[in-house]
């Protein structure tokens, strides 16, 4: 995965340190920045989380089911997505051209993460919500 840095022109080194008592039998730091980087914006995991739910989607669908994110950046979010192997996008020779997305294996692999956070904000605002 490459990610540019548009302010200072090179790829950024992430040196994220392990925290104490860490070993690389629990998880790699570098491995978190990585995934973090992968899923880091406002749309991805959105679109992630649409096509958990809906397995193959056209690229209209993905507009109505996240209203909010412009057409550019839902394309630049998908492209991306596509580019590092979560999404697989598939183009149907028609007039008009038919496009839909699905995840890929690693994709779906993020099922059980995903589901985990869900789960984790889900206790955060009930417990909020009785204080």
Do not use: C
Request: glycine residues 6%; aromatic residues 8%; hydrophobic residues 40%.
């Amino acid at each position: 995965m490459t990610r540019t840095d548009q302010k200072v022109g090179y790829l950024p080194k992430g040196k994220v340190k392990e925290p104490p008592g860490h070993t690389k039998d629990d998880w790699s730091a570098d491995a978190a920045e990585e995934a973090f980087t992968l899923l880091e914006g406002r749309w991805k995991m959105m679109i992630v989380f649409h096509l958990f739910d809906k397995g193959v989607m056209r690229f209209s669908e993905l507009e109505r089911a996240i209203p909010l994110a412009s057409q550019k950046m839902l394309i630049q979010q998908l492209r991306f997505l596509q580019t590092n192997g979560v999404v697989h996008r598939t183009v149907y020779p028609e007039v008009p051209p038919k496009v839909e997305y699905k995840l890929t294996e690693l994709g779906l692999d993020l099922r059980p993460a995903l589901q985990a956070l869900v789960r984790w904000s889900e206790t955060r605002r009930e417990v909020s919500a009785a204080k």
